[in-house]
């Protein structure tokens, strides 16, 4: 067997005659003598110089080998690593908190992200809280007119501590960014507010206690909407620019870019995108937000399966949509709807209790009352499961969940209507 990067035959190394300077690779320079027929000397020195760069070239190649194993086994062992603190992150929290702009609000990707903790988790019970609220930014901006001129969009700090300190989470799940960029073109000082925003959520929750995971902001899609949206070069954008998701773009690129420092961020953006583009190549009238802006039940189950994928939850890897996450179990559909009416009663209560200053946000039961109803949704969910032996056996894939031994897949879930808010989020 030949090592790598070395030839099996000298002329594909050497394919010319004549007096010629070899240099190999530590620099030494070796003078092939000029073959002449019948001169053993000529033979001896061609065959010698061929050799001893073969030679050489060999331990190289097999040092260059070596090398890529080496490299190989630190990146599958840090891979490895990373996976495994992503799952103790979640393993050892208790109360998950989201936060958002009214597609949080909306919550399906919350509700499915949820469902998948219940089917795959039964012996763990986790608080999740959706505090999500419609029209709010992490940046404070909003663009003139917003709501025809009703209301500026809510500014996530104005509520921040209040609601961290109510809710005293473990971990802080944000999704903003939709908001943020005013449907404007990209503009320098907009991003900045931007990333200062997000490094404002980041201080207040370490100053909780709490670990916060980003996610990209969702895609905005025009083509739905092409008769709604602005060309370039305006002053004002009474309706969104069309090309707005290449700011979305460029601020997904950024929160990408601080895993570097440290962020823990899960990228929704990129293959919501890609998702689109497949799609749309075999439908041209595929869209996952009708409006633009608000996903679908497919595009929220993207967003779960996108969680699923980061915390390595209940096998993610084979699930292709919802209906497979619901058949995990025999009342999985009947444990989502559960999940489901528990997310939507807390939802709003939680918002009163903590306070914001969004109009037309439905006040929802007092906490108390909504606690209570709660925990009797959860003694249902946990009979469904006793029912049905426990909870989840995903088909294996071949990859375990070191968690509770449960084979890794993929997923999507069934929806209903969304929550909707006006175009502009």
């Known amino acids: 067997m030949r090592e790598p990067g070395v030839s099996g035959s000298s002329e594909c190394l ?9 240099h190999d690779a530590a620099g030494v320079t ?13 033979e001896r020195d061609r065959t010698g110089a061929t ?10 190649g097999g040092l260059l080998y070596a090398g890529m194993a080496l490299f190989t086994s630190i990146l599958s062992i840090a891979q490895t690593a990373d996976v495994q603190d ?27 992200f949820e469902t998948s903790l219940v089917l795959c988790y039964p012996g763990k019970v986790w608080r999740v809280v959706n505090a999500g609220l419609p029209s709010e930014t992490v940046s404070g901006l909003s663009e003139p007119g917003h709501a025809n001129g009703a209301f500026n969009r809510p500014d996530l700090h104005e509520r921040l501590e209040r609601v961290l300190r109510r809710i005293r989470p473990n971990v802080v799940l944000a ?22 925003g997000l490094q404002r959520l980041a201080q207040s929750a370490h100053r909780s206690e709490a670990k916060v995971v980003f996610l990209t902001p969702p895609v905005f899609d025009s083509a739905p909407i092409k008769s ?9 954008y009474p309706q969104p620019f069309e090309g707005y998701d290449e700011v979305l773009n460029q601020y997904s690129r950024w929160l990408l870019g601080q895993q570097m420092a440290g962020w823990l961020v899960v990228d929704v953006h990129g293959p919501m995108r890609e998702a689109l583009s497949i799609r749309r190549r075999a439908d041209p009238s595929f869209a996952f937000a009708t409006d633009g802006v608000h996903p679908n039940a497919s595009g929220h189950w993207l967003m779960a399966r996108q969680l699923m994928e980061y915390f390595g939850v209940c096998g993610h890897t084979t699930l292709t949509n919802a209906e497979t996450l619901l058949e995990l179990q025999p009342n999985g559909q009947q444990v989502f709807r559960l999940v489901q009416q528990r997310h939507r009663i807390l939802r709003d209560a939680w918002l009163t209790a903590t306070g914001h200053k969004r109009p037309g946000i439905p006040a929802g039961r007092p906490l108390a009352e909504a606690e209570a109803e709660a925990q009797r949704i959860e003694t249902a969910i946990r009979q469904l499961l006793r029912q049905s032996g426990g909870g989840a056996n995903p088909p294996s894939s071949g990859v375990r969940d070191h968690r509770n031994n449960l084979p890794r897949d993929n997923g999507g879930m069934p929806g209903d209507p969304a929550t909707r808010d006006a175009p502009h989020g």
């Open 14 to 22: 050497f394919p010319f005659a004549g007096t010629v300077s070899l």
């Open 30 to 42: 070796t003078h092939r003598a000029e073959h002449v027929e019948g001169s053993p000397r000529g």
């Open 51 to 60: 050799g001893a760069l073969q030679a050489k070239w060999k331990s190289y």
């Open 86 to 112: 992503k799952a103790n992150l979640l393993d050892q929290a208790r109360t998950l908190l989201f936060l958002g702009d009214s597609i949080t609000y909306d919550g399906r990707y919350v509700e499915y």
């Open 175 to 196: 999704c903003y960014g939709m908001n943020d960029g005013i449907y404007y073109p990209y503009d320098l000082e907009r991003e900045r507010r931007f990333q200062e």
């Open 228 to 236: 709604r949206t602005l060309p370039k070069g305006r002053d004002q």
